[in-house]
T-cell receptor, first 113, second 113 residues
């Protein structure tokens, strides 16, 4: 059974810092990995989708990397801003029964002005 | 702009009531999902549907049922609401492939008193 772990559970950084969020998964046979952002009391917003054949994917100040063989993904946020404060979740699509997602528990990011 | 819309942002219901949570998507997705999200437990899959009138139990189906009469609409039903069903409920949809994103609604915060 696929398990997804996100470390750290919480992270606090000063504005302007570059930071990395980590996601690890136990079964490397995946189709894709998706990073989401969740603001307090809100739904999930998709940030990046990285296919199993890709090494990385970029959107603006965000860069997601994937190392399938080691079961790891990172989300790199450049020049962090207070508006980046949110919970970041990664989810793995392992195929199987209609391509359900398995989620990590998230990293709560606080960017201090 | 793709959309998954949940019928209510906030609901307060009494113990024993029958509760309906509605979700509509406009992306012609075959897959639709209901999750609940609780602090420390992350997102847990309640039910999912891969076609009209088709459904499968997720990890925590007890106390819930679902209905999918039309492709765009997926309903979650709490047959007799209990206080331990107080939670954030999230609906999602996707194509049944390993290549495209899943999209989420804005969430429904349900309180059972």
């Amino acid at each position: 059974k696929q398990e997804v772990t996100q470390i750290p559970a919480a992270l606090s950084v000063p504005e302007g810092e570059n930071l990395v969020l980590n996601c690890s998964f136990t079964d490397s046979a995946i189709y894709n990995l998706q990073w989401f952002r969740q603001d307090p009391g809100k739904g999930l917003t998709s940030l990046l989708l990285i296919q199993s054949s890709q090494r990385e994917q970029t959107s603006g100040r965000l860069n997601a990397s994937l190392d399938k063989s080691s079961g790891r993904s990172t989300l790199y946020i450049a020049a962090s801003q207070p508006g980046d404060s949110a919970t970041y979740l990664c989810a793995v699509n392992s195929g199987g029964s209609n391509y359900k997602l398995t989620f990590g528990k998230g990293t709560l990011l606080t960017v201090n002005p | 702009d793709v959309k998954v819309t949940q019928s209510s942002r906030y609901l307060v219901k009494r113990t024993g009531e029958k509760v309906f949570l509605e979700c509509v998507q406009d992306m012609d997705h075959e897959n639709m999902f209901w999750y609940r999200q609780d602090p420390g437990l992350g997102l847990r899959l309640i039910y999912f549907s891969y076609d009209v009138k088709m459904k499968e139990k997720g990890d925590i189906p007890e106390g819930y049922s679902v209905s999918r009469e039309k492709k765009e609409r997926f309903s979650l039903i709490l047959e007799s609401a209990s206080t331990n069903q107080t939670s954030m409920y999230l609906c999602a949809s996707s194509f049944p492939d390993g290549y495209t994103e899943a999209f989420f609604g804005q969430g429904t915060r349900l309180t059972v008193v």
